[in-house]
T-cell receptor, first 114, second 116 residues
Framework: AQSVAQPEDQVNVAEGNPLTVKCTYSVSGNPYLFWYVQYPNRGLQFLLKYITGDNLVKGSYGFEAEFNKSQTSFHLKKPSALVSDSALYFCAVRAHSGYSTLTFGKGTMLLVSP | GAGVSQTPSNKVTEKGKYVELRCDPISGHTALYWYRQSLGQGPEFLIYFQGTGAADDSGLPNDRFFAVRPEGSVSTLKIQRTERGDSAVYLC??????????????FGPGTRLLVL
């Protein structure tokens, strides 16, 4: 069975500092990997995804993520955090081959302080 | 363009009652998904439609839950004999089509269901 682990319930960072939100996954074969963000009382908004090719994926709002196959990780990063980045972030995985559902992690709350 | 819409945004009901939750996907999207998000958890898959048919309903927790998409667009999630444990946010998502694993799913704002 496929799974996603987000080891940190909460990440705190000061505005202007770099941020990292961690994600590791388990899937049979190669993965498709996704990051979504959820603001209070809102649905999930798509940030970026890894399909194949370049391990560094760039997405919306200055976010990027690095796929590391050997470590089965897909950490979300941003060089300079904004207070408005404060939200709940979800990593998700889907298998490349055959059919599989999209499996989400439990989420990581990012708090950016002024 | 318009995104995925869900109605109602909030629903309060009593234990044992029947509820219907509606999802209107992005126009032209043939794949539609329902998820349930409990407090402090990520979304959990319930059911996937490709067109009018349920291609995968393996996530439905029991036979009290049922979903339809009769014309391949709007979908309704139906919950019979609601229980307090059904309280959650129900999310709907759609994607362009084919159900390919690489397709991006676009989510609606969700319906917050509270069963008293």
């Amino acid at each position: 069975a496929q799974s996603v682990a987000q080891p940190e319930d909460q990440v705190n960072v000061a505005e202007g500092n770099p941020l990292t939100v961690k994600c590791t996954y388990s899937v049979s074969g190669n993965p498709y990997l996704f990051w979504y963000v959820q603001y209070p009382n809102r649905g999930l908004q798509f940030l970026l995804k890894y399909i194949t090719g370049d391990n560094l994926v760039k997405g919306s709002y200055g976010f990027e993520a690095e796929f590391n196959k050997s470590q089965t990780s897909f950490h979300l990063k941003k060089p300079s955090a904004l207070v408005s980045d404060s939200a709940l972030y979800f990593c998700a995985v889907r298998a490349h081959s055959g059919y599989s559902t999209l499996t989400f992690g439990k989420g990581t709350m990012l708090l950016v302080s002024p | 363009g318009a995104g995925v819409s869900q109605t109602p945004s909030n629903k309060v009901t009593e234990k044992g009652k029947y509820v219907e939750l509606r999802c209107d996907p992005i126009s032209g999207h043939t794949a539609l998904y329902w998820y349930r998000q409990s407090l402090g958890q990520g979304p959990e898959f319930l059911i996937y439609f490709q067109g009018t048919g349920a291609a995968d309903d393996s996530g439905l927790p029991n036979d009290r839950f049922f979903a339809v998409r009769p014309e391949g667009s709007v979908s309704t999630l139906k919950i019979q004999r609601t229980e307090r444990g059904d309280s959650a946010v129900y999310l709907c998502a759609s994607s362009l089509g084919g159900g390919s694993g690489q397709e991006t799913q676009y989510f609606g704002p969700g319906t917050r269901l509270l069963v008293l």
